[in-house]
């Protein structure tokens, strides 16, 4: 199978995305922001149209666009600190609505359909060299600001007394995310982009361990999840973003049913030992 080009090119890119999602999900995750994920991944799609009717390069385009989505929901946090839902919503409209005005235009001689269920063959080198790009830049910037950024996510308001710059952070966490998501969405797509940020912490979260432990089993996850549904995807000749979204909620299930047959076994084991 790695025998042809264009799934070489996207195992390099599964690689990277797989611990890349995990380790800006957690921290969505941690702070309740996973429908944000959502957002921005949708936003993402209008980013790809600007970029293919301008002629550049669509992944690019999907960062810068979402980049500036990801900024302006944490400015209206601002004027809507009690509705964050309707923050989303004004975004989604924003996004969604400039992406099918375009699409529905005529004017865009691409097709923009493999970015909304992900596709093997669309992958090009220079999508593997941004890919690759916007993959350690980020990761580094999260080793840079990890405690802050951990501050933030238990305890927005502690931070901010304790002297971390809140706002700053967080417009560098958009950005981290539209990171994330204009790297993914090659393979994974639009539609279930959101399910590779949250669902390997979800998972994680299940095995009770500490922050770096689930952090480090939410990679864990996320390498499975999307290297089983990219190999799958071939031989079932599918769209590999679908495919990966259901293994992701396997395993999800799976790990919940063997953390309850333990609860259950050592339950039985307890009455006996007393």
């Given at each position: 199978m790695l025998s042809y080009g264009f799934m070489r090119n996207a195992f390099f890119v599964s690689i990277f995305i797989s611990i890349l999602c995990p380790c800006i999900g957690i921290f969505l995750v941690l702070r309740r922001y996973s429908m944000?994920?959502?957002?921005?991944?949708?936003?993402?799609?209008?980013?790809?149209?600007?970029?293919?009717?301008?002629?550049?390069?669509?992944?690019?385009?999907?960062?810068?666009?979402?980049?500036?989505?990801?900024?302006?929901?944490?400015?209206?946090?601002?004027?809507?600190?009690?509705?964050?839902d309707l923050i989303l919503t004004i975004v989604l409209a924003l996004s969604v609505g400039t992406a099918i005005t375009i699409i529905s235009s005529g004017r865009l001689h691409a097709n923009a359909d493999s970015f909304l269920f992900g596709s093997v063959l669309t992958v090009t080198r220079l999508d593997m060299v941004l890919v690759a790009v916007l993959s350690a830049v980020s990761v580094l910037t999260v080793i840079f600001l990890y405690d802050q950024m951990l501050y933030i996510s238990y305890d927005e308001e502690a931070a901010k007394v304790a002297g971390v710059k809140v706002r700053a952070i967080n417009y560098v966490f958009s950005i981290l995310a539209a990171c994330a998501i204009s790297a993914s969405i090659r393979i994974v797509g639009v539609l279930v982009l959101s399910s590779m940020i949250a669902l390997p912490v979800a998972t994680a979260l299940q095995l009770g361990r500490g922050f770096r432990g689930t952090l480090i089993f939410s990679v864990v996850f996320s390498v499975i999840d999307i290297l089983v549904g990219l190999f799958a995807s071939f031989y079932f000749n599918v769209a590999p973003g679908g495919f990966t979204a259901l293994v992701s909620v396997a395993v999800l299930v799976l790990v919940l049913l063997a953390k309850r047959v333990r609860a259950r076994i050592r339950g039985a084991r307890g009455p006996q030992k007393a």
């Open positions: 944000i994920g959502d957002t921005l991944s949708h936003a993402s799609l209008a980013g790809v149209t600007l970029g293919l009717l301008c002629g550049g390069n669509p992944i690019f385009g999907a960062f810068v666009f979402t980049s500036l989505c990801g900024a302006l929901i944490e400015f209206l946090r601002t004027y809507f600190k009690k509705y964050t």
